[in-house]
């Protein structure tokens, strides 16, 4: 404690150096599973629901957590139980990421990547409650900040950017670029944890030798709740928390997926996302020094307004392009049924061979939309234990479907280009979309956490901030469940991103509200405190 009250104007600690080192640590699940590489190789496997799976799978994690979350951060203010249970998660999250490296399955992917993102959130529910363990009040703004920063330009860069070049060197649908990018995942992440476990220590605590027993724990989530909701401007706060952040947080999971769903370039969507890396960076110190000069309420609420601009931009990137490609599929899929069954190839393994064809046309599908030439002469139409006789029959069959795909390129001529016309200007607004991002996520994400450390009694800082984890990480479940629910219901992902804006219209309209209850605790703790 005396370290950091003598740090005030110095250097960053060996503590506070090692906590921002953790978020360089995790970043990467956060970029690579959550956000940028992984979503696009599940909703690939899983098909054309994919995003809608992605969507329930990130729900069921984060409630799991969410439910977890009360227990959890009352039984860490206890002296010891802290740093147990943060690294139990961290490692949970480790090895379930490396395991969807070893398989193709997508059912089983989804499970592994549900117990994956329990561990990544469970270790930083405890993560953040220790930013008050290892700096001061003065500083929590610099701290908070510098973790979010180089988080996105280490972890969310370096890795991402290894990825992304071993995909465009072996082909985006390498399987051994696709687990190397899921490997190096959790390679980085254990590493650059090891600074934090052994240089970061639990310093505010309750200080007993006996266990906490569960009818404690509950007492004490139960009297933390009372003071929340007893104080009007920290109610309020935590409120409006709840709503925007959860917008926040369903953009960083099915932004790709979305995209993905929607026949956008993988690797234009990931180098896109890197854009959006590079510029947080910077933009989250900035973000800092504004809301210092503007309030870090006003500087909240500028923040939330931005990203209601990008739900609306998300909205006009799929309404324009989905009818296009709704066109295109079903023109496509008419014509794939009827090219296969005009054939008269009599295969000698006739279900093996009709599946086979179908994989091929289903597959040329997005490869004609795309002009990719190459690509669709290096497909073959081949199935396990295929016979001498049958591969003759094939290899006719695959010369008559391109031929009869050719026609259909030639007949459709002019749809198709509208279709590329809408991709390209989607794309634009995807890009577009990534950098916006990029100026406020880093942010919101950091100026909220150090508000909420300046409005809550410091001795009690470790069950505030459990708690504030809490409200966070329950926040994750409404927004991809709203996404998943209303695409499925209305089978246009474009109105399940636009539903997303209601979340950041009513945090804005609370943070607009709740001026005078949060400028007088702000006051009353600085004075509290000085």
């Known amino acids: 404690m005396s370290d950091i009250k003598k740090n005030k104007d110095k250097g960053f600690t060996k503590a506070e150096k090692s906590w921002i080192l953790y978020d360089w640590a995790n970043s990467v699940y956060a970029t690579n599973i959550m956000a940028a590489i992984f979503p696009t190789i599940f909703v690939s496997i899983a098909g054309t629901s994919g995003d809608m799976w992605w969507g329930y799978g990130t729900s069921i994690a984060t409630f799991i957590i969410a439910v977890l979350a009360p227990i959890l951060g009352a039984a860490a203010d206890y002296k010891g139980m802290k740093k147990k249970l943060f690294t139990s998660f961290m490692l949970l999250g480790v090895v379930f990421t490396l395991l969807l490296a070893l398989t193709n399955d997508w059912k089983i992917m989804l499970a592994f990547y549900v117990v994956s993102r329990i561990g990544f959130s469970g270790a930083n529910l405890f993560y953040d409650s220790f930013l008050t363990d290892v700096t001061s009040d003065e500083r929590m703004d610099k701290v908070s900040a510098w973790g979010f920063a180089m988080g996105y330009i280490g972890g969310s860069t370096i890795p991402f950017v290894l990825s992304i070049a071993m995909l465009l060197w072996l082909g985006y649908g390498s399987p051994i670029a696709q ?11 254990l ?30 989530v139960l009297i933390t709740f009372k ?59 900035l973000f800092a020094k504004v809301a210092q000069k503007i309030s870090t309420r006003k500087a909240l609420m500028v923040a939330v307004a931005v990203y209601m601009f990008i739900c609306f931009v998300g909205f006009i990137m799929g309404y324009t392009l989905e009818p296009h490609q709704d066109g295109y599929n079903a023109a496509y899929q008419s014509h794939s049924e009827k090219a296969i069954s005009e054939l008269g190839i009599n295969f000698e393994n006739t279900a093996a061979s009709e599946t086979a064809m179908q994989n091929y046309m289903q597959k040329s599908r997005s490869l004609l939309r795309d002009e990719n030439a190459e690509g669709i002469q290096k497909l073959d139409i081949t199935w396990e234990n295929i016979t001498e006789g049958d591969k003759a029959l094939a290899l006719q069959a695959k010369e008559e479907l391109y031929s009869a795909n050719m026609a259909f390129v030639s007949e459709n001529e002019n749809a198709m280009n509208k279709y590329r016309d809408a991709q390209r200007f989607s794309t634009m607004l995807f890009w577009s979309m990534a950098i916006l991002v990029g100026t406020v996520q880093g942010g919101i994400q950091a100026t909220s956490r150090s508000y909420f450390g300046k409005l809550i009694p410091k001795e009690r800082s470790n069950e505030f901030f459990g708690f504030f984890d809490i409200f966070g990480k329950f926040a994750s479940v409404i927004g991809p469940l709203l996404y998943s629910f209303v695409a499925g219901l209305t089978g246009r992902s474009s109105i ?16 607009w509200g709740a001026k005078k209850p949060l400028e007088e605790l702000e006051q009353s703790r600085r004075r509290q405190y000085s």
């Open 179 to 189: 687990k190397f990018s899921i490997i190096i995942t959790s390679v980085w992440w």
């Open 191 to 220: 590493v650059f944890s090891i600074p934090f476990i052994k240089n970061v220590h639990h310093i505010h605590y309750k200080d007993t030798d006996t266990r906490p027993t569960l009818k404690q724990v509950f007492s004490n």
């Open 227 to 285: 003071d929340i909701m007893t104080e009007k401007g920290m109610m309020l706060f935590i409120l409006a928390y709840f709503f925007y952040i959860d917008g926040v947080g369903t953009i960083i999971s099915v932004s790709t997926a979305y995209g993905t769903a929607l026949g956008l370039g993988a690797v234009g969507m990931i180098l896109a996302l890197l854009i959006t890396q590079i510029v947080a960076m910077p933009c989250s110190i």
């Open 496 to 511: 399940g991103t636009l539903c997303l804006l209601v979340l950041f219209i009513v945090g804005f309209a609370i943070l």
